[in-house]
């Protein structure tokens, strides 16, 4: 079974960094696209970042230029450092990834890891 685990979320102080990761686990072929998404509270979930198997990333406005996402795909594991952290980041942060198991390749979510940003 395919599981994503996320750690590194908390509680920080406005203009703060965090790191926060994900690693897949279980038996699968290959990793395609890997993202973050968040969602605030009575707001929709929305992409953060994304990063294909090759290393391209692509980011929200609203985090471009403070974020950085990155993988080590020998350890199937995806990572987003935030920097310069705003109130408004505070969420529930996701981790995403498509992984070709058996015939095709299958949406993975993670449990989701709490980032609060205080001012």
């Known amino acids: 079974q395919v599981q994503l685990v996320e750690s590194g979320g908390g509680l920080v102080q406005a203009g703060g960094s965090l790191r926060l990761s994900c690693a897949a686990s279980g038996s699968f072929f290959s990793i395609n696209d890997m993202r973050w998404y968040r969602q605030a509270p009575g707001k929709q979930r929305e992409l953060v970042a994304d990063?294909?198997?090759?290393?391209?990333?692509t980011y929200a406005d609203s985090v471009k230029g403070r974020f950085t996402i990155s993988r080590d795909n020998a350890k199937n594991t995806v990572y987003l450092q935030m920097n310069s952290l705003k109130p408004e980041d505070t969420a529930v942060y996701y981790c995403?990834?498509?992984?070709?198991?058996?015939?095709?390749?299958?949406?993975?979510w993670g449990q989701g890891t709490q980032v609060t940003v205080s001012s």
């Open positions: 990063i294909t198997s090759g290393g391209g990333a």
């Open positions: 995403n990834a498509q992984i070709w198991v058996l015939i095709r390749f299958t949406d993975y």
